[in-house]
């Protein structure tokens, strides 16, 4: 574990209170400290629709910037802030490349697209999996992480039901009829 820095400041791990990670990240950002909380999109359907939530990465922890000299005080007294996360009797420091690796990945998930709601008849193709090439018919969907799809195969149309990982919009090619 590297020696802490006097000259700059390191970034440390903090525990945060049982799903109280955003109000420690925002009552750390009022008392103006640099703090990181890497969070990802998720799919989910909610209500029927197939939506996008910014989820946290690792739930129940942050990262803050602080150096040696700085107040350590207030942590301790921050609403939302459990601990600061300790190996062998001292602050547990996070390499300055982690959380570089971790602020390029987030912001590249961050950049695509939501998505509209799924409508009945709309043609899906698969994307992954054992049916990867195969496309399909949107059925409807099936509990909150799988939607009902309608394959024609082995000579028939067959209803499968899919993980909504795995299924992505067929696009729209255009063709010229003569």
């Known amino acids: 574990m590297p020696a802490i820095s006097s000259e700059r400041p390191n970034w440390y791990l903090l525990q945060c209170k049982p799903r109280q990670d ?10 103006n400290y640099v703090v990181f909380h890497p969070q990802i999109l998720t799919e989910r359907v909610i209500r029927g629709k197939r939506q996008r939530l910014r989820e946290s990465l690792f739930p129940g922890y942050l990262f803050i910037q602080i ?29 300055e490349h982690i959380i570089e ?28 999996g054992p049916l990867a090439p195969l496309e399909g018919v949107f059925l409807g969907l099936h509990g909150t992480d799988r939607v009902m799809i309608l394959l ?16 992505e919009r067929q696009q729209a090619s255009f063709q010229t009829y003569n």
């Open 22 to 31: 955003e109000r420690a990240h925002l009552n750390l950002l009022q008392q």
């Open 101 to 128: 690796h971790l602020r390029s990945r987030c912001f590249e998930a961050s950049t695509t697209k939501p998505d509209e709601a799924l409508k009945p008849g709309e043609n899906l193709q698969i994307v992954s």
């Open 152 to 167: 024609q195969f082995l000579n028939r149309e067959q209803p499968v039901c899919l993980p909504l990982s795995v299924i």
């Open 67 to 95: 150096s040696r000299h700085d107040n350590w005080a207030p942590l301790r007294s921050t609403r939302g802030v459990s601990r600061i996360v300790e190996f062998n009797h001292g602050p547990a420091i996070v390499a």
